[in-house]
């Protein structure tokens, strides 16, 4: 079974300018979790008050059950997964999580980061966080815009659709 040490903290990108001396407090701070191959980590649907950092292993996130599963995408060492609930008190998870390599992760709480406020692993990942997010909304934008595009090159919709009508025109809902 995968184990943490300070070697593996110090390894990851976001943290690679780190002092050591932060890197201890910072795993001090924050519960070690040790998760199998297989495991299920996070449940769409379910209640969302912390995030993970994935120090060694391997995560999988994806939509939907059985032959209708869609995998999202991998989550690797040095990435974070289920930021959101740090940022969204009372959230629900969008996804499921589930471990596809034995791995070990930090668990990030909003107490974490208040507590580590000062400590410069805790800055290091919060700039971390919100370079993610900034990517995920221009990401976002991009895509509302070529969807924007396409739907000003076609046919109007006729006068007597409603507002909500235009809506699930413009969002692609039938």
Not at 66 to 74: I, K, N, P, Q, T
Not at 105 to 127: M, S, Y
Request: aromatic share 4%; hydrophobic share 45%.
């Amino acid at each position: 079974m995968p184990d943490l040490d300070l070697d593996a903290l110090a390894s990851l990108y976001l943290l690679r300018h780190v002092p050591r001396q932060d890197l201890k407090a910072f795993m001090e701070l924050a519960e070690r979790v040790v998760l199998r191959s297989g495991q299920l980590v996070f449940k769409a649907g379910a209640p969302a008050n912390h995030a993970l950092l994935v120090v060694t292993g391997r995560l999988q996130a994806s939509v939907g059950a059985g032959e209708s599963r869609e995998v999202l995408g991998d989550i690797r060492s040095g990435e974070v997964v289920g930021e959101t609930a740090l940022l969204d008190p009372g959230g629900t998870r969008q996804v499921d999580v589930r471990a596809v390599e034995d791995s070990v992760a930090l668990v990030l709480t909003a107490q974490v980061l208040a507590r580590g406020r000062h400590n410069r692993a805790v800055i290091a990942l919060q700039h971390h966080l919100v370079a993610t997010l900034a990517r995920r909304i221009r990401s976002a934008n991009l895509h509302l815009q070529q969807r924007w595009r396409v739907l000003s090159t076609a046919p109007s919709p006729p006068p007597e659709l409603g507002f909500l009508d235009r809506v699930r025109a413009f969002f692609g809902s039938a």
